[in-house]
């Protein structure tokens, strides 16, 4: 079950429209699918409710949305708090200037990058994604979030895999997560 201050029974509803597809991208992982949830617009309103709900009054300024589920979940909840939507870009996505952060993966290595004019310093700042695992694409959106001087206030997913132990290298910053997947 989540951490969820109270038992929310449309987290109930969440879980049942993720599928799990087995060996996906390589032998071995269990891919956690929300495409399955986007299907449903009962349970992806729900989805959202449940985030603008608890972020809606923390003076939130940015959400950073992980490419690419992060921007599908991102956007709409910070329309809903009234902050700006920042996109973090895997390489050669953005023009412009950019900084990057590197990571690993459960399953690899990657980049992340963002517009340095994008995020003002004394932002407060919301990363989302899809998921957490590891952790490693979370990090390193909270350090390019964090050269630019905004403070990283939460980060916020849809699921956890709390037995890749990714919240533990979140520096003690809060995760919200809505499901776990054990």
């Given amino acids: 079950m989540s951490q969820n201050e109270v038992n929310?029974?449309?987290?109930?509803?969440?879980?049942?429209k993720i599928r799990v597809v087995p060996d996906f991208p390589k032998k071995g992982i269990?891919?956690?699918?929300i495409t399955t949830l986007l299907l449903d617009p009962k349970a992806f309103k729900d989805t959202i409710d449940l985030f603008v709900e608890?972020?809606?009054?923390?003076?939130?300024?940015?959400?950073?949305?992980?490419?690419?589920?992060?921007?599908?979940?991102?956007?709409?909840?910070?329309?809903?708090i009234g902050?700006?939507?920042v996109?973090?870009?895997?390489?050669?996505?953005?023009?412009?200037?950019?900084?990057?952060?590197?990571?690993?993966?459960?399953y690899g290595s990657d980049r992340l990058e963002m517009h340095v004019e994008a995020v003002d310093s004394g932002d407060r700042a919301l990363v989302v994604d899809d998921l957490i695992a590891t952790g490693g694409t979370l990090c390193a959106a909270?350090?390019?979030?964090?050269r630019v001087g905004a403070e990283v206030v939460e980060c916020a997913c849809v699921i956890e895999l709390p037995e890749l132990k990714g919240r533990e290298r979140l520096e003690g910053k809060p995760l919200y997560v809505l499901v776990e997947y054990r």
């Avoid at 929310?8 to 049942?16: Q, Y």
């Avoid at 269990?30 to 699918?33: S, T, Y």
């Avoid at 972020?55 to 956007?75: L, P, W």
């Avoid at 909270?142 to 964090?146: I, P």
């Fill in 8 to 16: 929310d029974p449309r987290i109930d509803g969440i879980k049942t």
């Fill in 30 to 33: 269990m891919f956690q699918d």
């Fill in 54 to 80: 608890k972020y809606r009054d923390m003076n939130i300024s940015v959400v950073a949305g992980i490419e690419a589920r992060g921007f599908i979940f991102g956007s709409p909840i910070a329309l809903a």
């Fill in 83 to 85: 902050a700006k939507f």
């Fill in 87 to 106: 996109p973090l870009r895997k390489p050669k996505k953005l023009p412009g200037q950019i900084i990057f952060e590197e990571y690993e993966l459960e």
């Fill in 142 to 146: 909270m350090d390019l979030l964090k």
